[in-house]
């Protein structure tokens, strides 16, 4: 971008690569990994040869000496078993080493690790900063052998967000506001908009998004799975885009926006409570399912489930957890856990103004209730 405050009109970057002659090394950058001749000299003896592609531009050099370094070029292709014949590392002429890796790493999801899980709030866990200047408090510390990363996210201070169109290469990806607001924008869903306290949205896989303002305090639950994913950076994209295609499909699911005073309640799985359906599992085809729960009364049940991955983060109010060869937990808001498939679990002492928010990772899962 030019900027001539700084100096910047026009301004262009180049790797500097040492040469042990142009003759020898050019044919190598050209004809076996690609790169086009952009500009040669001198015409005569040429002692430098500058060069593009792949998304760089480098320039072999013959007359640097030794206080330049040779670097490494990681070299991204879409595959590399055909690329340079599948060599997958070569040594050009002046000893370069160039290493050939995968473009676009296929997404993994590790299998789970199941572990039961409590994270409360008051034991203090460490805030880290984050993406965009985010303060990030980890809520399922093992990650479950990186099959989900649930990370409670907050920013002290409102105002403008420093951040940037992206996507996330993710299988799935929840955003819940739990306190403040925030304005968002989403590919082809219009224009930007506000997430309030009590809402949610799922970010399908590679979807194009950015944050835009938040007010003082925003607090916001975020999920994805797998626990370790890519962030990229999209430079072309202007969001808001059009005209807008909410029933777009990314990856095999849909945008959704769940407002909480649209919500319909309904019975929930375990006696007591009421519950309110996000539409989350319809919108990723079953891949996973949010729910938040709120206490009606009643006796406390014991119940067994058998759903690959099933986290809970109590959203307001006061409950005791429960679990079979386990110390009881007290719970208060901002505490959240994960109770493994097949471990008998009851939620008891519960406050009237209780509610959670449960995010069942499976396509469908059973509860069965022992009384």
Not at 93 to 122: E, F, K, S
Not at 224 to 233: S, Y
Not at 239 to 250: E, I, T, Y
Not at 336 to 351: D, E, W
Request: a negative charge; charged letters at 20%.
């Amino acid at each position: 971008m030019a900027d001539g405050r700084t100096g910047l009109d026009g301004a262009r970057a180049e790797i500097l690569i040492p040469s042990v002659g142009i003759a020898r090394d050019m044919p190598f950058f050209t004809r076996q990994l690609g790169f086009r001749l952009d500009q040669i000299f001198p015409a005569d003896d040429p002692t430098v040869a500058v060069m593009s592609g792949h998304g760089i531009r480098i320039r072999l050099d013959a007359t640097l000496g030794d206080d330049v370094a040779m670097p490494v070029l990681n070299l991204l292709v879409s595959d590399p078993a055909v690329f340079a014949d599948g060599a997958g590392k070569m040594t050009a002429p002046n000893g370069m080493m160039i290493r050939i890796g995968q473009r676009d790493p296929q997404m993994v999801t590790p299998p789970t690790q199941h572990n039961y899980i409590v994270r409360r709030l008051a034991d203090q866990a460490p805030w880290v900063i984050g993406r965009a200047g985010m303060h990030y408090r980890d809520l399922i510390p093992d990650r479950l052998g990186g099959s989900i990363i649930a990370s409670h996210i907050r920013i002290p201070d409102g105002g403008p967000v420093p951040d940037m169109v992206h996507y996330h290469t993710v299988g799935f990806q929840l955003i819940f506001c739990l306190e403040g607001w925030v304005d968002l924008v989403y590919e082809d869903q219009g224009p930007e908009f506000r997430l309030h306290a009590g809402d949610c949205v799922i970010q399908p896989p590679e979807i194009r998004h950015r944050v835009l303002y938040a007010s003082d305090n925003i607090e916001v639950l975020e999920i994805g799975v797998p626990a370790e994913h890519v962030t990229t950076i999209d430079h072309e994209m202007e969001l808001p885009n059009g005209p807008a295609n909410p029933d777009r499909r990314f990856q095999g699911q849909r945008f959704v926006h769940h407002r909480e005073t649209e919500a319909e309640w309904g019975a929930w799985r375990l006696p007591g409570f009421i519950a309110r359906d996000t539409g989350i599992a319809a919108g990723t085809a079953g891949v996973a399912g949010v729910e938040v729960a709120k206490w009606q009364g009643g006796d406390a049940v014991t119940a067994v489930h058998d759903c690959d991955i099933l986290f809970h983060l109590v959203k307001t109010g006061t409950m005791t957890l429960s679990v079979r060869d386990e110390p009881d937990y007290a719970l208060t808001a901002g505490d959240a856990f994960v109770i493994p498939p097949g471990r008998a679990a009851s939620f008891h002492g519960c406050s009237d103004d209780l509610e959670l928010i449960e995010v069942a990772l499976a396509s469908s899962f059973t509860t069965t209730i022992e009384r």
